[in-house]
């Protein structure tokens, strides 16, 4: 006869799971990233610490290390290994027309004035594994101007990318993903823009043209090109506020005149440097945009 443990038998065991957790001060988990920037390049050194406590917690159990000496000895010798670290250091989580009111708001307010340019420019960073650029493209083909368009899709992580530009996603998420498209404005439905294989769905090629998927760091890469919109969401939650200045540093710097600036719930340019540079649209989701230049005679001033 199976007995069921006493109520009391979790708390034991959280307290017992607890007492023999890996233990390292702020400046143990700084040298390993130091240490990771000096053999791989790859700066995660202004990354948020309770984000970086959280996924190195999760790495030494998934390395089996019993000390972050251990693990940054495991990584450094074995590309393989970083390579693995990095999927969990970065944290690839995302879906289609995630918060379709920033979708709509998008839709309705931004894309009218996307469409006066003749070659609209739109960066989405830290694109993780491509559906938010996927939604853009869906919504700027939606409202004819995608031909002309060019998505600049970036991330750090290489696997995430390789993934991103097969545009192939289970089809467990796309039950979901058609109702937020829905939510979003969409004028048709989600399953036009992909066929079904197996466990899969495979994105109409068409989409995917348009996107130009690249590595690129906020941490350490600059401005590549000029853009009409910057698409940077949930992204900016994992930085400390050094490297939140720097990204929207590199937004403001990316934008053209009078550009826009999407950002996640929870994200603000409030308390940057360019905080006064970005206003926020009325009744939108986190979409701001780029203030009109002052001239110093007080006189003109553009819209």
Same mark, same amino acid.
């Given at each position: 006869?199976?007995?069921?443990?006493?109520?009391?038998?979790?708390?034991?065991?959280?307290?017992?799971?607890? @007492?023999?957790?890996?233990?390292?001060?702020?400046?143990?988990?700084?040298?390993?990233?130091?240490?990771?920037?000096? @053999?791989?390049?790859?700066?995660?050194?202004?990354?948020?610490? !309770?984000?970086?406590?959280?996924?190195?917690?999760?790495?030494?159990?998934?390395?089996?290390?019993?000390?972050?000496?251990?693990?940054?000895?495991?990584?450094?010798?074995?590309?393989?290994?970083?390579?693995?670290?990095?999927?969990?250091?970065?944290? !690839?989580?995302?879906?289609?027309?995630?918060? !379709?009111?920033?979708?709509?708001?998008?839709?309705?307010?931004?894309?009218?004035?996307?469409?006066?340019? !003749?070659?609209?420019?739109?960066?989405?960073?830290?694109?993780?594994?491509?559906?938010?650029? %996927?939604?853009?493209?869906?919504?700027?083909?939606?409202?004819?101007?995608?031909?002309?368009?060019?998505?600049?899709?970036?991330?750090?992580?290489?696997?995430?990318?390789?993934?991103?530009?097969? /545009?192939?996603?289970?089809? %467990? @998420?796309?039950?979901?993903?058609?109702?937020?498209?829905?939510?979003?404005?969409?004028? /048709?439905?989600?399953?036009?823009?992909?066929?079904?294989?197996?466990?899969?769905?495979?994105?109409?090629?068409?989409?995917?043209?348009?996107?130009?998927?690249?590595?690129?760091?906020?941490?350490?890469?600059?401005?590549?090109?000029?853009?009409?919109?910057?698409?940077?969401?949930?992204?900016?939650?994992?930085?400390?506020?050094?490297?939140?200045?720097?990204?929207?540093?590199?937004?403001?710097?990316?934008?053209?005149?009078?550009?826009?600036?999407?950002?996640?719930?929870?994200?603000?340019?409030?308390?940057?440097?360019?905080?006064?540079?970005?206003?926020?649209?009325?009744?939108?989701?986190?979409?701001?945009?780029?203030?009109?230049?002052?001239?110093?005679?007080?006189?003109?001033?553009?819209?």
């Amino acid at each position: 006869m199976t007995q069921t443990p006493p109520a009391h038998a979790g708390r034991h065991a959280a307290r017992n799971t607890e @007492r023999h957790a890996v233990r390292y001060t702020d400046a143990q988990l700084q040298s390993l990233m130091e240490a990771l920037y000096q @053999r791989y390049s790859y700066d995660f050194r202004d990354y948020a610490l !309770p984000s970086q406590r959280r996924r190195l917690n999760h790495a030494l159990e998934r390395f089996q290390c019993d000390s972050l000496d251990a693990l940054q000895q495991a990584v450094l010798d074995d590309a393989v290994a970083f390579g693995q670290l990095l999927q969990i250091l970065t944290v !690839p989580v995302t879906q289609m027309f995630r918060d !379709p009111g920033f979708f709509l708001a998008l839709r309705q307010q931004i894309v009218p004035v996307l469409k006066t340019y !003749p070659s609209p420019r739109i960066w989405v960073a830290g694109c993780c594994t491509g559906e938010e650029a %996927l939604s853009l493209a869906i919504v700027l083909h939606e409202e004819g101007v995608l031909e002309r368009s060019l998505i600049y899709a970036t991330d750090i992580n290489p696997q995430a990318l390789e993934k991103a530009a097969t /545009g192939v996603y289970s089809i %467990l @998420r796309m039950q979901q993903a058609g109702s937020d498209y829905l939510a979003a404005g969409g004028t /048709g439905r989600l399953e036009d823009y992909y066929t079904v294989e197996h466990a899969t769905v495979r994105f109409d090629a068409r989409l995917l043209e348009q996107i130009n998927y690249a590595d690129h760091s906020l941490a350490t890469d600059s401005v590549f090109a000029e853009t009409q919109l910057v698409c940077c969401r949930n992204v900016l939650i994992y930085f400390n506020k050094t490297l939140q200045d720097r990204a929207l540093g590199l937004f403001h710097e990316s934008l053209c005149h009078r550009g826009f600036l999407g950002l996640g719930s929870r994200e603000v340019p409030h308390f940057s440097s360019v905080a006064d540079d970005f206003e926020a649209l009325p009744e939108t989701k986190k979409l701001y945009r780029k203030r009109a230049r002052k001239y110093a005679s007080g006189v003109r001033h553009d819209t």
